[in-house]
C-alpha cells in the first residue's frame, strides 16, 4: 500500500512540476533516432563513431594534434585513477604505450540535437606510465556541438570484470 501511495504521490509531483513549466518554451528540433526494427544509424551516428575511433587512433599514436582537434580543451575524463583534466592527459600522453586496440558494440544515445552520448567497448593492450592498460573497459564519450563542430567533453572508462 505505501508502494502505491508513494507511486500517486511521485506521479502527482513530477506531473504538476510538468504543467508548471512555461507553455511558451520553443519546441525541440526532432532528434536523431534509431528505427526499432532495423537499428538503423544515422549519417551522424556514424560521423560520431568514426570521431571516437579517431581519438583512440591518435591516442595509440600518442598523436596531440589529432587528438587536441577532437576534444574540447576544457574536457574532463574519469577512469578507475580518478578525474583527469584531458588537458593533463594530452599532457602524458607520450606515456601511453597502445600495442593493439579494438572498439565494438558503439551506440549513440541523443540527449538532446547537439548533445550525443557514444558508448563502445574497448579492447586492447598497451601501459600507461609503465603500468598496464585494463584488456577490456566500457566507455562513454559526451559529444556537443560547439558552432558547426562536435567535440568531445567527457569521457568515462569502467574496466570488464574479470571472468
Known sequence: MKKVVWTLGMLLLTG?????????????TPLPYYDSAAQTQT????????????????VAKGDKTAFSALVAPNAWSID????????DFAA??????IQTW???DEK?????ANTAIVTSKWTGSGTFQNQPVPGT???????????DKWVAVFHQESEAAKK
Open 137 to 147: 573497459t566500457y566507455a562513454s564519450t559526451v559529444w556537443t556541438k560547439k558552432g
Open 16 to 28: 504538476g512540476m510538468a504543467s508548471a513549466q512555461d507553455t511558451n518554451e520553443l519546441v525541440p
Open 102 to 104: 579494438k572498439l565494438t
Open 92 to 97: 602524458a600522453l607520450d606515456q601511453l604505450k
Open 80 to 87: 578507475s585513477a580518478g578525474l583527469m583534466k584531458v588537458s
Open 43 to 58: 549519417a551522424l551516428d556514424r560521423a560520431l563513431i568514426a570521431n571516437e575511433r579517431k581519438i583512440n587512433e591518435a
Open 108 to 112: 549513440v544515445s541523443w540527449v538532446d
